[in-house]
């Protein structure tokens, strides 16, 4: 992994050939991040400082240089420098003004008006990041509703692909714009037929360490969701349906949801409300984790066989089969060599049963 030192304008400055290590990772919906030791050289300190760019040369990708710590000892000195990924641009900005969803909206086009009123043409002139654009619709059709205000950009819309499953990246184009864009993974598993099927084994020698529980300590089924008001005169909703041993409740206090004062009216205040509930309860559900540690060495190749945010096969020897996501890919360069670890999110079982890999 060879890498281009950038300046804040997007200009080469320096080549870095060689290093001590360096690891790379990126997520599917989330900002990635870097980690980068070098020799600590007059050139080297000159080049990597904060506010450069890393961008690499076989991808494209580029990362924003944050952090710099530089240790000398009588034997060596050492340069470490630390930072984020492209996207992590928008952590720059907060959603200033209560913001919305309009009817029948997608979540998509949702995303693309917060970066476009936070980022690009923000009412004030000073708010706006230069360089950034949005690239080309995906056409995802999922229809939100949603409001929010003074929350962070980039926690914003992490959460939103989280719920709609959608994976988003910021590249650098050969104008030397910032482009974001969504996109969704490919489904690599057994359950298509269209792509090769990519599978992690025990018969392919490409799954090893394996480990497995369940908890469901923090499960909740149905939720009550307080709205404005005080008192009796207090606004809910509620979802979900269980009764007996089965219903696990959980309190919503969405307070901050406004009606402003009857401009938004009933009907899609409920659907505010509910869509709150909704996001809460998602991360209160059942979860069986399942540990393991995955060679990529001998059967595919990542960015040719499979990407970040494919769904591929696992099996392993106790006779669990499921689908999990690549949610992200840590790649990794040192003196013993080039590794990638993928992490896998949620999936489910095929008794329907939820599973995490770690």
């Given at each position: 992994m060879n890498l281009y030192v950038l300046s804040p304008k997007y200009n080469k400055v320096a080549y870095l050939d060689s290093y001590r290590s360096l690891e790379w990772c990126e997520r599917y919906n989330e900002s990635g991040d870097f980690v980068l030791c070098v020799a600590a050289t007059p050139e080297t300190m000159q080049t990597i400082k904060k506010r450069m760019i890393l961008q690499r040369e076989d991808t494209g990708g580029i990362c924003f240089v944050e952090d710099v710590e530089v240790v000398q000892s009588q034997e060596d000195s050492l340069l470490t420098a630390?930072?984020?990924?492209?996207?992590?641009?928008?952590?720059?900005?907060?959603?200033?003004?209560?913001?919305?969803?309009?009817?029948?909206?997608?979540?998509?086009?949702?995303?693309?008006?917060?970066?476009?009123?936070?980022?690009?043409?923000?009412?004030?002139?000073?708010?706006?990041i230069?360089?950034?654009?949005?690239?080309?619709?995906?056409?995802?059709?999922?229809?939100?509703?949603?409001?929010?205000?003074?929350?962070?950009?980039?926690?914003?819309?992490?959460?939103?692909?989280?719920?709609?499953?959608?994976?988003?990246?910021?590249?650098?184009?050969?104008?030397?714009?910032?482009?974001?864009?969504?996109?969704r993974g490919a489904d690599r598993s057994y359950n298509q037929s269209d792509l090769p099927y990519v599978?992690?084994?025990?018969?392919?020698?490409?799954?090893?360490?394996?480990?497995?529980?369940?908890?469901?300590?923090?499960?909740?089924?149905?939720?009550?969701?307080?709205?404005?008001?005080?008192?009796?005169?207090?606004?809910?909703?509620t979802i979900g349906e269980s009764a007996g041993l089965d219903r696990y409740e959980l309190f919503v206090d969405a307070k901050d949801i406004s009606s402003n004062e009857g401009e938004i009216i009933e009907d899609d205040y409920n659907k505010l409300l509910q869509e709150r509930?909704?996001?809460?309860?998602?991360?209160?559900?059942?979860?069986?984790?399942?540990?393991?540690?995955i060679d990529t060495a001998n059967t595919y190749t990542y960015r040719k066989d499979y990407e970040l945010g494919d769904?591929?096969?696992?099996?392993?020897?106790?006779?669990?089969?499921?689908?999990?996501?690549?949610?992200?890919?840590?790649?990794?360069?040192?003196?013993?060599?080039?590794?990638i670890v993928p992490t896998f999110g949620d999936w489910r079982a095929e008794n329907g049963s939820r599973i995490r890999i770690l």
């Open positions: 630390k930072g984020r990924t492209a996207d992590s641009v928008l952590n720059r900005r907060i959603i200033w003004t209560q913001t919305v969803s309009r009817s029948s909206e997608t979540a998509e086009d949702f995303i693309r008006r917060l970066i476009t009123e936070n980022v690009i043409s923000p009412a004030i002139a000073e708010r706006q230069p360089d950034v654009t949005l690239g080309e619709r995906q056409g995802f059709n999922d229809v939100i509703s949603m409001q929010i205000t003074g929350d962070n950009l980039l926690t914003a819309i992490s959460n939103i692909c989280k719920i709609y499953n959608y994976g988003f990246r910021i590249t650098l184009t050969d104008d030397k714009k910032l482009e974001f864009n969504l996109y599978i992690f084994s025990d018969t392919f020698d490409n799954l090893i360490e394996t480990e497995y529980l369940t908890n469901e300590t923090n499960y909740k089924n149905v939720a009550l969701i307080g709205g404005e008001g005080e008192g009796t005169a207090r606004r809910y909703q509930g909704k996001e809460k309860l998602s991360e209160c559900e059942t979860v069986e984790e399942y540990n393991g540690l769904i591929v096969q696992i099996e392993n020897k106790l006779g669990i089969q499921a689908t999990p996501q690549i949610t992200a890919v840590l790649e990794s360069e040192n003196e013993n060599g080039y590794k």
